[in-house]
Each structure stands twice: as structure tokens, then as C-alpha cells.
């Protein structure tokens, strides 16, 4: 039985690894700012959790125990506020995306959600 908890708890932390690792490459080989913080947003959060998770189930003491549950919950209810909070700010200041993302624009002043895709050559374009 040790073992197995062993086991499991190594994969949750190679797991958690993984995760961390993979946000992380997003981070330098995706094109833009959108797509960078969708990647490292979601992996860390997923890959933070799992590694944190892992060490709640190696540690004993409830005092501990407490504090990484808070821990966790605040990294799952920030991340993802703050990566959208990133994403508006960048689109409201017409950052450049890369030819083929789409554009849907929610924020206009009648609420009619617009698609528009990015063409190769047009104003809105990474350089």
C-alpha cells in the first residue's frame, strides 16, 4: 500500500511537472500575447495544483493542510481573473495578432458580438 501511495503521489508531481513545463514552452515558442498567456495561464494553474496536491497528501499536519488548500484555491481563483483582466487591457490597446487568429469583438457599444478574421498584410498583424 505504501508503494502505491508513493507511486501515485510521483505521478501527480510528474504530472504537475509536465504541466509547468509545457505552459512554460508556450510561453517562448507561441506567436502572440493572446495565445502566450491562454497557454501559461491554464498550465500553471493546472500544473501548480497537482504539485501542491501532491504535497498535501505527503504532509500530516492539518495546520499545513489548511494553509496549501488556501493556497490552491487562491491560485485557481486568481489565475484566470487576471488572465482575462490581461487579455482585455492587450485587446483594448490594439495589440498586433498573428494572420489567422480571429477577433470577436463583445465590447462594442450595442453588445453585438462581431468575428472578424486577422488577414496576412492588414494593420493588425505581428510584425
Known amino acids: 500500500m505504501n508503494l502505491l501511495f508513493e507511486i501515485f503521489v510521483s505521478l501527480l508531481i510528474w504530472a504537475g511537472a509536465f ?3 509545457v505552459g512554460s514552452l508556450g510561453l517562448i515558442r507561441l506567436p502572440d ?3 502566450r498567456m491562454h497557454a501559461t495561464s491554464k498550465c500553471d494553474t493546472l500544473g501548480s495544483g497537482l504539485v501542491l496536491f501532491a504535497v498535501i497528501l505527503t504532509i500530516g499536519y492539518f495546520a499545513q493542510i489548511t494553509k496549501l488548500i488556501f493556497i490552491i484555491g487562491f491560485i485557481w481563483s486568481i489565475n484566470p481573473v487576471i488572465a ?3 487579455a ?3 485587446y483594448m490597446r490594439d495589440t498586433p495578432l498573428t494572420p489567422g487568429s480571429f477577433i470577436m469583438n463583445c465590447y462594442s457599444s450595442d ?3 462581431v468575428v472578424d478574421t486577422v488577414k496576412e498584410g492588414s494593420d ?3 510584425a
Request: aromatic residues 16%; charged residues 20%.
Open 33 to 35: 500575447i493572446f495565445t
Open 88 to 90: 482585455k487591457i492587450e
Open 124 to 126: 493588425n498583424v505581428d
Open 111 to 113: 453588445r453585438s458580438c
Open 84 to 86: 482575462h483582466l490581461i
Open 19 to 21: 504541466f509547468l513545463f
